[in-house]
């Protein structure tokens, strides 16, 4: 089993930052790619910026220039640096992995989600 565990939310006041982190652990072969999403109340779920294990990284245009995403593969760990946080960044943050597990002796392709943390930006 598979799990993904996020920390680092929390309230910070317009134009501030926050790191947020992301460690995969369980029965882990390989990560293909990870991602950050976010969902603001009364809102869909939207992608916020995703790295391959390669080092590969895609922004949504709401957030380029503010977020940088990176991540240590050795750790299975991947992290989102938010800085000049606006008050729509408000929302809360779901980790996401594409990886490789070891089932039952098989290999299998996974998608799994963290429980999510709150970010909540003050004006």
């Known amino acids: 089993q598979v799990q993904l565990v996020e920390s680092g939310g929390g309230l910070v006041q317009a134009g501030g930052s926050l790191r947020l982190s992301c460690a995969a652990s369980?029965?882990?072969?390989?990560?293909?790619?990870m991602a950050w999403y976010r969902q603001a109340p009364g809102k869909q779920r939207e992608l916020v910026a995703t790295?391959?294990?390669?080092?590969?990284?895609t922004y949504a245009d709401s957030v380029k220039g503010r977020f940088t995403i990176s991540i240590d593969n050795a750790k299975n760990t991947v992290w989102l640096q938010m800085n000049s946080l606006k008050p729509e960044d408000t929302a809360v943050y779901y980790c996401?992995?594409?990886?490789?597990?070891?089932?039952?002796?098989?290999?299998?392709?996974?998608?799994?989600w963290g429980q999510g943390t709150l970010v909540t930006v003050s004006s």
């Open positions: 996401n992995a594409a990886l490789i597990s070891r089932i039952n002796f098989n290999l299998k392709s996974l998608e799994v």
């Open positions: 790295i391959t294990s390669g080092g590969s990284t």
């Open positions: 369980g029965y882990i072969v390989s990560i293909n790619a």
